[in-house]
Nanobody
Framework: QVQLVESGGGLVQPGGSLRLSCAASGSIFSIADMRWYRQGPGKQRELLASITMVGSTNYADSVKGRFTISRDNAENTMYLQMNSLKPEDTAVYYC??????????????WGQGTQVTVSS
């Protein structure tokens, strides 16, 4: 009933920028915390940033000052603005959200992932 759909990934040169989007759709009563993760080749999945329903944010040290997480509650959409991209940022990026899909019922949903490749 609930799906997260990511967009905005692609190939970018070092120092460039990308903006990722994650749109939630379906039977959504409420969305609490939303998060961005990434998983590089041969690496563990890493939490990059989180944002609460009221907009409080936290960032991993590896992206602090370069990435900005935001959300539009009216559109059930989360964004990740990525600036000053480095080859080390190459990974599959995933969105995650705590969604109330029916009255009083919460579930942790994941997007399908979108590839970001930083290379010259």
């Amino acid at each position: 009933q609930v799906q997260l759909v990511e967009s905005g990934g692609g190939l970018v040169q070092p120092g460039g920028s990308l903006r990722l989007s994650c749109a939630a759709s379906g039977s959504i009563f409420s969305i609490a915390d939303m998060r961005w993760y990434r998983q590089g080749p041969g690496k563990q999945r890493e939490l990059l940033a989180s944002i609460t329903m009221v907009g409080s944010t936290n960032y991993a040290d590896s992206v602090k000052g370069r990435f900005t997480i935001s959300r539009d509650n009216a559109e059930n959409t989360m964004y990740l603005q990525m600036n000053s991209l480095k080859p080390e940022d190459t990974a599959v990026y995933y969105c995650n959200a705590e969604v109330m899909y029916r009255v009083g019922a919460w579930y942790d949903y994941w997007g399908q992932g979108t590839q970001v490749t930083v290379s010259s």
